[in-house]
C-alpha cells in the first residue's frame, strides 16, 4: 500500500517544511500529513483568517479514495456563524446517489442543517446555543477556533456539535492535559492529543494512545490536493482478518478469529502498538475471538466449550492472556468484569523480524495443544489442555 511517486513526492516536501513563527492571523496556511508509521493516510490542509477558515482533506481508506472540502465563518467574537461540508471522490465529484454538501447556521440560540441533494435539501433545526459541526476524522484544523475561544475571555472547553446526519447533537470539545497538549473529548471518533501554540496554531495531531494510531505534524499549505487525490491509491485493508484452528480428535475443535495489524516502523512492545500496562485487543478492530467444542485448561483457567475473547496486557513483571466471557464487540470494548481469568505468556525473542501480527494453533495430539503469537521481534507461547470428551 504505496502512494505513487508524484504522492511521495508531494508528501516529502510538506513534511520538510518548517512552521513558519511569524505569520499573521490574516493569512494562517497550514497543512497535515498524517502517518501510519511509514504510510501516509491521508493530508489536511486549512488556510485560517479573523472571519474564515478554509480547508480540505484527502485520505485513502479502505477501498477508496475520499476527499473533504470545508467551510467556517466566524462572528466577530471568534464563534462559529456557519459551515459546509462536501464529502467528494478522487476527482472532486459527489459520491452517486449522496448529498453534495452539508451546511449548517448557527445561530446564539439555534443551528440549522440543510443536507444538499440533487433532487431535495432537507432541513433540521436544532435548540442549540453556540455550536459548530461534528468533523470526520483527519479533519483538525478547525479545532483552532476552539482552542481560540478557550483562551478568550469567552473561554469555553465544549461546544454543542452538530453531525452531517441524524438527529441527536452532541458536545465536542478540548481538554488541556498539560502544557501546550489537549485532549479532543465528546463525540470525536478518537480522542486524540493535539498541541497548540500560544497563537491557538495547530502544531500536531497524535493519536498513539488511542486504537487510531496516526501522528501528524504542521507544515506550510499550498499543496495540490485534487493532484495528491489523483494519485493516491486506496489502502485496502489495513489489518487482515484471519482464523486459525487446529482439531483435537473426533468432534474438538479450536479457532481463533483475529485481526492482524503491521508493524509499520512503530514501536511494538511495551511502545506505541502496545504500550506497557494497558489491554491490549490482541489483534486489530474487532475483538479477537476464541471458540471451543471441548473443555480447555490454560493454566489455572478453565473453559467451559463456547466463545470468548481474548485480550493481551504486556506489564514489567510479564506478559498476560486474558479471557473474557464478552463476544461479539469491538476491540476497544474491554470489561475487566467478566473476565474469566488470565495466564501467564512465556515471550523469546524471534528468530527473525514478523511484519505482521500472527496467532497460531497446534494441536500436540488430542489433549493437549499450542498457542503462539508473534509480532516484530518477539514470539509468545502458551500451552493448553483439552479434554477428551465434550
Known amino acids: 500500500m504505496r502512494t505513487s511517486p508524484v504522492a511521495l513526492a508531494l508528501v516529502a516536501a510538506v513534511a520538510s517544511l518548517v512552521v513558519p513563527t511569524t505569520a499573521p492571523l490574516a493569512a ?26 478554509d480547508g480540505e482533506m484527502v485520505q485513502r481508506n479502505g477501498a477508496v479514495v475520499a476527499r473533504m472540502r470545508y467551510r467556517f465563518t466566524l462572528g466577530r467574537d471568534g464563534r462559529f456563524t456557519t459551515a459546509s461540508l462536501a464529502r467528494l471522490q478522487a476527482d472532486g465529484t459527489p459520491f452517486p446517489g449522496a448529498a453534495s454538501e452539508t451546511r449548517f447556521t448557527f445561530g446564539a440560540d439555534s443551528a440549522v442543517r440543510e443536507t444538499i441533494f440533487g433532487d431535495s435539501t432537507p432541513r433540521r433545526a436544532f435548540a442549540l446555543r453556540n455550536a459548530m459541526a461534528n468533523l470526520p476524522t483527519f479533519v483538525y484544523g478547525p479545532f483552532e477556533v476552539l482552542a481560540a475561544l478557550r483562551r478568550r475571555a469567552i473561554a469555553v472547553d465544549s461546544v454543542a456539535g ?36 500560544a ?50 480428535g473426533q468432534g474438538g475443535l479450536v479457532l481463533v478469529d483475529y485481526g492482524r495489524p503491521q508493524v509499520r516502523e512503530r514501536t511494538v512492545w511495551g511502545g506505541t502498538l502496545v504500550p506497557t500496562d494497558s489491554v491490549w485487543r490482541f489483534g486489530a478492530n474487532d475483538a479477537t475471538h476464541l471458540f471451543t467444542t471441548r473443555t480447555l485448561t490454560l493454566g489455572s483457567v478453565t473453559l467451559a466449550p463456547g466463545t470468548y475473547t481474548l485480550w493481551l496486557q504486556q506489564t514489567r513483571s510479564g506478559t498476560f492472556l486474558i479471557v473474557n466471557r464478552q463476544t461479539g464487540q469491538w476491540g476497544t470494548a474491554y470489561d475487566a468484569a467478566q473476565d474469566v481469568g488470565r495466564v501467564e505468556v512465556q515471550m523469546t525473542a524471534t528468530p527473525t523480524f514478523v511484519e505482521e501480527f500472527t496467532i497460531t494453533l497446534r494441536a500436540l495430539g488430542a489433549a493437549r495443544g499450542v498457542l503462539d503469537l508473534s509480532w516484530a521481534d518477539r514470539t509468545g507461547t502458551m500451552s493448553f489442555g483439552v479434554s477428551i470428551a465434550r
Open 28 to 53: 494562517q496556511a497550514a497543512s497535515l500529513v498524517y502517518m501510519l508509521g511509514k504510510d501516509t493516510v491521508a493530508i489536511e490542509q486549512w488556510t485560517r483568517t479573523a472571519t474564515t477558515l
Open 199 to 248: 497563537r491557538d496554531r495547530l502544531l500536531s495531531v497524535d493519536g498513539s494512545f488511542t486504537t487510531n494510531k496516526l501522528r501528524a505534524t504542521r507544515g506550510t499549505g499550498g499543496l495540490d490536493i485534487a493532484r495528491i487525490a489523483q494519485a493516491m491509491r486506496p489502502t485496502g485493508v489495513l489489518s487482515a482478518r484471519e482464523t486459525v484452528r487446529a482439531a483435537f
Open 162 to 197: 452538530v453531525g452531517a446526519g441524524g438527529a441527536a447533537p452532541a458536545f465536542v470539545g478540548l481538554r488541556a492535559i498539560g502544557g501546550d497538549t489537549s485532549r479532543l473529548v465528546g463525540a470525536v471518533p478518537y480522542q486524540m492529543l493535539l498541541r497548540f501554540d
